[in-house]
C-alpha cells in the first residue's frame, strides 16, 4: 500500500500543471529535528490535490543551508520536476526566511528554481497575536484554581460531584498547557461555563472567591474568552486539506 501510494504521488507530480510546497520544522521525542514537506498540486482542470510530501530528518544542525541540501537532494532523487514549483511557504525562523542564508534564500539563489513566490503560514503568526494579547492578570488565577482543583485527587472528585449535583452543562474542568495556545480558548469557556460552580465549591472549602466576584475582573475574564474563542474558529479554519483563499472569502 505504501507502494502504491508513492507511485500515486510520483504520477501527480509528474502530471500536474503547478505545485507550490510548504516546509516545517520540528523535533521528535528522540531530539532529531524533522521537516515536514506539503505539496499541494494543482492539474489542467484546475483541480488541487495535497499531500505530504515526505519527512526529512535534519541531524546534526538546523541551518538553512542544511534544510536546502535536505529538499534539493530529495527533489534530485525523486525526480520531481522544480519547473512547476510557483511557491513555497514556511514560517518567519530566521533558518527558513534569512535574507543571506535563510532556506528561501538558498533557494532563489539556485539557478534550478524557478522564480517562485514565497509565503510565511499565518497559522504561526495569528498564533504569535494570540500569546501577545496578554491579561496575565486573567490567565494566571485561573489556571491556578483549575489546577488546585484538578491535581488535588480529593478535591477533584468532589468537584466532580459538586457539578452532577447541580446538574450542571460540563462534568469537569479542562487543564492548561502553554504548548498549545489553543487550550486557552478552550479553558476559559470552560471555566466561564462553570464559575458559578467554581464559587460555590470554593466558598464550601472557605476559599477566598472576591475575586471571581470582582465586576471588573469578570469583564476581562469574559472579553478574553471570546477573543481566544474567535482566535480558536480563525485558526482551525485555516487548518486542513482544501483550504483557499477563496474558501476563506
Given at each position: 500500500m505504501s507502494d502504491n501510494l508513492t507511485d500515486q504521488l510520483d504520477r501527480d507530480l509528474a502530471e500536474c500543471k503547478w505545485f507550490s510546497i510548504q516546509c516545517d520544522e520540528s523535533i521528535d521525542s528522540s531530539s532529531t529535528a524533522q521537516l515536514m514537506?506539503?505539496?499541494?498540486?494543482?492539474?489542467?482542470?484546475?483541480?488541487?490535490?495535497?499531500?505530504?510530501?515526505?519527512?526529512?530528518?535534519?541531524?546534526?544542525?538546523?541551518?538553512?543551508?542544511?534544510?536546502?541540501?535536505?529538499?534539493?537532494e530529495f527533489f534530485n532523487?525523486?525526480?520531481?520536476?522544480?519547473?512547476?514549483?510557483?511557491?513555497?511557504?514556511?514560517?518567519?525562523?530566521?533558518?527558513?526566511?534569512?535574507?543571506?542564508?535563510g532556506f528561501i534564500a538558498h533557494c532563489k539563489s539556485d539557478p534550478a528554481f524557478p522564480k517562485f513566490?514565497?509565503?510565511?503560514?499565518?497559522?504561526?503568526?495569528?498564533?504569535?497575536?494570540?500569546?501577545?494579547?496578554?491579561?496575565?492578570?486573567v490567565m494566571t488565577p485561573v489556571v491556578r484554581i483549575i489546577n488546585s482543583i484538578r491535581f488535588k485527587a480529593k478535591?477533584?472528585?468532589?468537584?466532580?460531584?459538586?457539578?452532577?449535583?447541580?446538574?450542571?452543562?460540563?462534568?469537569?474542568?479542562?487543564?492548561?498547557?502553554?504548548?498549545?495556545?489553543?487550550?486557552?480558548?478552550?479553558?476559559?469557556?470552560?471555566?466561564?461555563?462553570?464559575?458559578?460552580?467554581?464559587?460555590?465549591?470554593?466558598?464550601?472549602?472557605?476559599?477566598d472567591t472576591s475575586m471571581l466576584e470582582d465586576t471588573a475582573w469578570l469583564l476581562d475574564l469574559a472579553f478574553l474568552t471570546d477573543i481566544t474563542g474567535k482566535l480558536n474558529n480563525l485558526n482551525r479554519a485555516l487548518q486542513g486539506k482544501g483550504k483557499t483563499v477563496a474558501d476563506m472569502i
Open positions: 514537506v506539503f505539496v499541494r498540486m494543482v492539474f489542467k482542470d484546475f483541480s488541487t490535490k495535497e499531500e505530504l510530501l515526505t519527512l526529512l530528518p535534519l541531524k546534526t544542525t538546523t541551518r538553512g543551508v542544511d534544510i536546502y541540501n535536505a529538499v534539493k532523487i525523486k525526480n520531481i520536476p522544480l519547473q512547476k514549483l510557483v511557491s513555497i511557504t514556511t514560517d518567519g525562523a530566521p533558518a527558513m526566511t534569512g535574507r543571506h542564508v513566490v514565497q509565503y510565511h503560514c499565518i497559522i504561526h503568526q495569528q498564533a504569535l497575536c494570540a500569546k501577545v494579547i496578554g491579561f496575565e492578570h478535591q477533584h472528585r468532589s468537584f466532580k460531584v459538586l457539578l452532577e449535583e447541580l446538574s450542571a452543562e460540563y462534568r469537569d474542568l479542562l487543564l492548561h498547557t502553554d504548548i498549545r495556545w489553543l487550550s486557552r480558548g478552550r479553558i476559559l469557556l470552560r471555566f466561564l461555563s462553570l464559575l458559578s460552580e467554581i464559587k460555590e465549591f470554593m466558598k464550601s472549602r472557605d476559599e
